[in-house]
Protein backbone atom coordinates (compact mmCIF):
# COMPACT_ATOMS: atom_id res chain seq x y z
CA UNK A 1 0.00 0.00 0.00
CA UNK A 2 1.60 3.51 -0.59
CA UNK A 3 2.05 6.65 1.40
CA UNK A 4 -1.15 8.47 -0.12
CA UNK A 5 -3.64 4.95 -0.11
CA UNK A 6 -2.78 4.49 3.98
CA UNK A 7 -3.80 8.14 3.58
CA UNK A 8 -7.30 7.45 2.15
CA UNK A 9 -7.75 4.60 4.05
CA UNK A 10 -7.16 7.10 7.52
CA UNK A 11 -9.55 9.36 6.06
CA UNK A 12 -11.91 6.90 5.85
CA UNK A 13 -12.39 5.53 9.74
CA UNK A 14 -15.35 6.54 11.79
CA UNK A 15 -13.05 8.79 13.64
CA UNK A 16 -12.42 10.98 10.85
CA UNK A 17 -15.42 10.97 9.13
CA UNK A 18 -16.66 11.96 12.23
CA UNK A 19 -14.31 14.77 12.83
CA UNK A 20 -15.49 16.13 9.00
CA UNK A 21 -18.67 15.44 8.88
CA UNK A 22 -20.04 16.52 12.46
CA UNK A 23 -20.87 20.05 13.78
CA UNK A 24 -18.31 20.61 16.42
CA UNK A 25 -15.99 17.45 15.64
CA UNK A 26 -13.38 19.61 14.05
CA UNK A 27 -13.71 22.63 15.90
CA UNK A 28 -13.49 20.53 19.47
CA UNK A 29 -10.23 18.87 18.26
CA UNK A 30 -8.51 21.77 16.60
CA UNK A 31 -9.35 23.84 20.10
CA UNK A 32 -7.97 20.65 22.10
CA UNK A 33 -4.43 20.66 19.93
CA UNK A 34 -4.43 24.10 20.26
CA UNK A 35 -5.07 23.45 23.90
CA UNK A 36 -2.20 21.25 23.88
CA UNK A 37 0.05 23.28 22.52
CA UNK A 38 0.09 25.95 24.50
CA UNK A 39 0.43 23.54 28.14
CA UNK A 40 3.44 21.95 26.28
CA UNK A 41 5.25 24.27 24.41
CA UNK A 42 4.38 27.23 26.70
CA UNK A 43 5.93 24.99 29.54
CA UNK A 44 8.70 24.03 27.60
CA UNK A 45 9.71 27.52 26.56
CA UNK A 46 10.16 28.14 30.36
CA UNK A 47 12.48 24.99 31.02
CA UNK A 48 14.07 26.81 27.92
CA UNK A 49 14.64 30.01 29.16
CA UNK A 50 16.41 28.30 32.15
CA UNK A 51 18.53 26.72 29.71
CA UNK A 52 19.53 30.49 28.32
CA UNK A 53 19.74 31.80 31.73
CA UNK A 54 17.52 34.96 30.90
CA UNK A 55 14.46 33.00 33.47
CA UNK A 56 14.79 31.98 36.87
CA UNK A 57 18.44 32.22 37.74
CA UNK A 58 17.57 31.45 41.39
CA UNK A 59 16.52 27.70 40.65
CA UNK A 60 18.59 25.01 39.23
CA UNK A 61 18.00 23.44 35.66
CA UNK A 62 17.28 20.38 37.17
CA UNK A 63 14.72 21.46 39.58
CA UNK A 64 13.35 23.21 36.28
CA UNK A 65 13.17 21.06 34.13
CA UNK A 66 11.74 18.31 36.95
CA UNK A 67 9.07 20.36 38.25
CA UNK A 68 8.17 21.52 34.72
CA UNK A 69 8.36 18.06 32.72
CA UNK A 70 4.84 16.39 33.63
CA UNK A 71 2.98 19.78 32.50
CA UNK A 72 5.31 19.69 28.94
CA UNK A 73 4.53 16.05 28.48
CA UNK A 74 0.88 15.97 29.46
CA UNK A 75 0.64 18.90 27.05
CA UNK A 76 2.49 16.93 24.46
CA UNK A 77 0.40 13.77 24.60
CA UNK A 78 -2.55 16.18 23.63
CA UNK A 79 -0.99 17.80 21.34
CA UNK A 80 -0.07 14.66 19.83
CA UNK A 81 -3.13 12.54 19.82
CA UNK A 82 -5.23 15.78 19.05
CA UNK A 83 -3.02 16.41 15.92
CA UNK A 84 -3.11 12.79 15.00
CA UNK A 85 -6.94 12.62 15.20
CA UNK A 86 -6.76 16.24 12.91
CA UNK A 87 -4.29 14.47 10.32
CA UNK A 88 -6.35 11.32 10.07
CA UNK A 89 -9.55 13.30 9.16
CA UNK A 90 -7.81 15.61 6.37
CA UNK A 91 -4.86 13.24 5.65
CA UNK A 92 -4.78 13.52 2.03
CA UNK A 93 -4.90 16.99 1.50
CA UNK A 94 -2.07 16.88 4.22
CA UNK A 95 0.24 14.69 2.39
CA UNK A 96 0.27 17.34 -0.43
CA UNK A 97 0.60 20.22 1.90
CA UNK A 98 4.29 21.83 2.40
CA UNK A 99 3.36 23.36 5.43
CA UNK A 100 2.51 20.05 7.02
CA UNK A 101 5.70 18.57 5.70
CA UNK A 102 7.95 21.42 7.39
CA UNK A 103 5.65 20.96 10.90
CA UNK A 104 6.56 17.18 10.64
CA UNK A 105 10.28 17.83 9.80
CA UNK A 106 10.08 20.82 12.62
CA UNK A 107 8.72 18.28 15.31
CA UNK A 108 11.09 14.93 14.20
CA UNK A 109 14.21 17.74 14.76
CA UNK A 110 12.86 19.16 18.03
CA UNK A 111 12.49 15.51 19.37
CA UNK A 112 16.11 14.61 18.16
CA UNK A 113 16.94 18.13 19.90
CA UNK A 114 14.98 16.60 23.14
CA UNK A 115 16.95 13.13 23.02
CA UNK A 116 20.26 14.78 22.71
CA UNK A 117 19.76 16.62 25.59
CA UNK A 118 18.44 14.18 27.46
CA UNK A 119 21.04 11.80 26.32
CA UNK A 120 23.46 14.78 27.79
CA UNK A 121 21.69 15.41 30.54
CA UNK A 122 22.81 11.87 31.92
CA UNK A 123 26.09 14.03 32.63
CA UNK A 124 27.06 14.60 36.34
CA UNK A 125 24.52 17.09 37.76
CA UNK A 126 26.42 19.62 38.82
CA UNK A 127 27.35 20.62 35.00
CA UNK A 128 23.92 21.26 35.13
CA UNK A 129 23.70 23.51 37.93
CA UNK A 130 26.02 25.83 38.01
CA UNK A 131 26.29 29.68 37.88
CA UNK A 132 25.64 29.63 33.99
CA UNK A 133 24.14 27.21 31.97
CA UNK A 134 27.04 24.78 30.02
CA UNK A 135 26.78 25.90 26.15
CA UNK A 136 25.70 23.20 25.27
CA UNK A 137 22.26 23.22 27.17
CA UNK A 138 22.29 26.50 26.16
CA UNK A 139 22.40 25.45 22.47
CA UNK A 140 19.21 22.76 23.13
CA UNK A 141 17.20 25.49 24.80
CA UNK A 142 17.41 28.10 21.44
CA UNK A 143 17.23 25.19 19.38
CA UNK A 144 13.71 24.12 20.66
CA UNK A 145 12.44 27.39 20.92
CA UNK A 146 13.29 28.09 17.16
CA UNK A 147 11.96 24.51 16.27
CA UNK A 148 8.70 24.78 18.53
CA UNK A 149 8.20 28.49 16.51
CA UNK A 150 8.61 26.56 13.43
CA UNK A 151 5.89 24.10 14.59
CA UNK A 152 3.70 26.73 15.20
CA UNK A 153 4.26 29.05 12.86
CA UNK A 154 3.94 26.19 10.18
CA UNK A 155 0.55 24.61 11.63
CA UNK A 156 -0.90 28.03 11.53
CA UNK A 157 -0.25 27.85 7.58
CA UNK A 158 -1.53 24.43 7.43
CA UNK A 159 -4.85 26.37 8.13
CA UNK A 160 -4.63 28.79 5.69
CA UNK A 161 -3.32 26.70 2.47
CA UNK A 162 -6.08 23.93 3.38
CA UNK A 163 -9.43 24.73 4.37
Do not use: Q
Request: with cysteine; glycine share 10%.
Amino acid sequence: MTILGICEWLEATAIAVLIRESLYGFSIVVATHILGITLSVGTLLWADLRMLDISMRGYRLSEVYRGLAPWFVSGFGVMILSGAILFAAFATSAYGNLYFRIKMVAIALAGLNALIYHVAGRLPTELFDAARTPTAARIAGLTSIVLWGAVIVAGRMISYTMF
